[in-house]
DNA sequence: TCGATATATATCGGCAGCCGAGATATTCTG
DNA sequence: CAGAATATCTCGGCTGCCGATATATATCGA
C-alpha cells in the first residue's frame, strides 16, 4: 500500500539519503546543504516524515551507532524508496517544464509582435506532463 | 506579505492559468489535461486555493460571464502570480535534478564496478539546488 | 419525459501533515 | 561555566487537502 502522495518534506528526506545512509540530525544538514540553504527541514517535521516513510516501506532503519556518547539511528532507502523518489523526482521535472512552457505561451499571447519564429516546443496540446 | 510556501494545488492552479484566463471549473479541467490524468484538483480544494492566491496577489478576478445560463468567474495571473510560478518551477526542476544526481550516486556506490567514466555531472558538493 | 451526466458555483467537517516549542542528554568551544 | 552544537523524540496548534453535500442549469440518451 506504498504511493500515497508524497510531501515536500517526504521528498527532501529521500533525496538526503540518496546517496548514502544517515541519521536524523545528518538528514536535516543535509537537506539544507544539498537545497543551498533554500529548504528547512524542520526538527518537528523529521520524525513523523521518517515514521511514515519506513512504514511505507521506503526507508528502513540501516544501524545504530554510539558516537561519542551520542546516539545515531541510520536510515536508507530500500528498493521501492530509490523508485519512489525517481518517480517523484520525473514528476516534478515534468511539473516544471510545463509550467515553464506555459508561462512562455501566456507571455507570446500579451508580447508586443515577436518576430523569432518559435521553436515547437511541445507537438499536442497536453505535450509533456507525464 | 506573498511567498509563503507553495502547495502542489497552489502549483497546479497557477500553472493552468499561465497561457490564459480560466474559470473554476475550467482550471480542474486544465490541470487534469496538462498532467495527462496524473493530477487531479479536487473540487473542494479549488476554492480555497483560489481565495489563497488572490489573497496573496498571485491571481486577480478577470471577469464574469454568463454562458449558457451558469456564471463563469475568469481568473488571471498577476506579474507577482507569473514570478512566483517561475520561481516554484525553477525550484521544482533543481530538486529533481538534485534528486536523480544523487540516485546515481547512490547507486555507483553499490554498483559492481562501473568501467565507464561518469562525466562530472556537479563540480562541488551542493553542486545545484538553487 | 425522466434520469443521468456535465457544467458551474460554493461550504463544511474530518484528517493529515508541518512546525514551533519544549524535554532530555552529551560534547565541544569560548 | 555558559552556551552552542549534536542527537534523540513528543505534543499541540494551525494550515491545507478532500469527500460530501448543496444548488442550479443544460444536454443527452433511453
New interface residues.
Partial sequence: MASR?MT?AA??V??AL???PRHGYGILREVE????G??QLRVGTLYGVLDRLAADGLIVLDREEVQQGRLRRYYR?TEDG?AA??A??????A??????R??A??RR?TAPADTTPQPPTAPG??GG??
Fill in positions: 502522495n515536500r521528498f527532501f529521500l533525496t540518496a546517496d548514502q546543504e544539498l537545497s543551498d533554500e529548504v532507502l530509490v523518489l525517481d517523484e523526482a520525473e514528476r516534478m521535472a511539473g516544471a517544464g510545463a509550467a515553464k506555459r508561462i505561451e501566456g499571447a496540446l497536453a506532463f507525464a
